[in-house]
């Protein structure tokens, strides 16, 4: 066990990581002690894996784009306990909806704080995981992500069809967006499920930098679109309020 792969994929993980600056190879040999043709697989590994990132220009390693992608999660879910149970509490008791907070995960939406007032059972569940492009939630982080970001999601993205309602060709999706920031509140109208509405604003950080996503949501025979983005100032309020916990002064 102790010269399993995994061990030593940790070792140079945590060589690079630890290194004040990029590696060559051959530093990297003699700081985990492996031989030449095990470094070599090791890296190759890692690279197939986004974790660690070749220069061609030094020759040289450095920690790539996922670990940073797991260590931003990792401090985010620290610093989202400021969001406190009683404020889904407070705001599923003044609206009458359901209440719901996610985290951007890859490019999915991940629910890490629900208020059910109003069950769906087809509905995702604390700790599920919905796509961007037909949710009130995942617009709403793709609103928040810059050119290159976005451009990225929408060279990957399938655009899945999930309702007659749910925008699956870009030019749709990228107006719903440019009218996202108009309104500062993102809505899904029954796109990804027939049967729910949805409305989600931003909790940001001291550097206006998206968190999560605060939302509302409810099945259409509760309430409509409409209703919901009557308690668009509601919510905007209490997200305002948790995002200056988090230094934001806006």
Request: hydrophobic share 45%; glycine share 6%.
């Amino acid at each position: 066990m102790q010269s399993s792969i995994v061990e030593k994929l940790v070792v140079v993980l945590d060589i690079l990581a630890k290194a004040p600056g990029k590696l060559t190879y051959s530093e990297i040999v003699a700081a985990s002690g492996f031989n030449k043709s095990s470094t070599h697989r090791i890296l190759s590994i890692l690279m197939g894996q986004a974790l660690v990132e070749f220069s061609e220009r030094d020759k040289s390693y450095t920690v790539g784009p996922k670990l940073f992608s797991w260590a931003r999660a990792a401090w985010q879910k620290t610093d989202l306990e400021q969001i406190e149970g009683q404020d889904l509490i407070d705001l599923g008791n003044a609206t009458g909806m359901n209440v719901a907070v996610a985290v951007l995960s890859d490019y999915s939406a991940t629910f890490i704080r629900t208020r059910i007032i109003k069950p769906y059972k087809l509905a995702v569940k604390l700790g599920g995981q919905s796509d961007l492009h037909c949710t009130a939630v995942g617009k709403l982080f793709l609103s928040h992500m810059d050119k290159v970001e976005l451009d990225k999601y929408l060279d990957t993205a399938e655009l899945e069809k999930f309702t007659e309602n749910t925008l699956t060709d870009q030019k749709s999706l990228l107006r719903d967006i440019e009218q996202i920031k108009i309104k500062g509140y993102a809505t899904s109208n029954r796109e990804e499920f027939w049967q729910v509405v949805g409305i989600a604003v931003p909790i940001v950080d001291y550097d206006n930098r998206i968190m999560a996503s605060l939302s509302l949501w409810t099945p259409t025979r509760f309430a409509s679109l409409e209703a919901l983005e009557s308690e668009a100032p509601l919510l905007l309020e209490t997200a305002a309020k948790i995002s200056a916990r988090f230094g934001s002064m806006v």
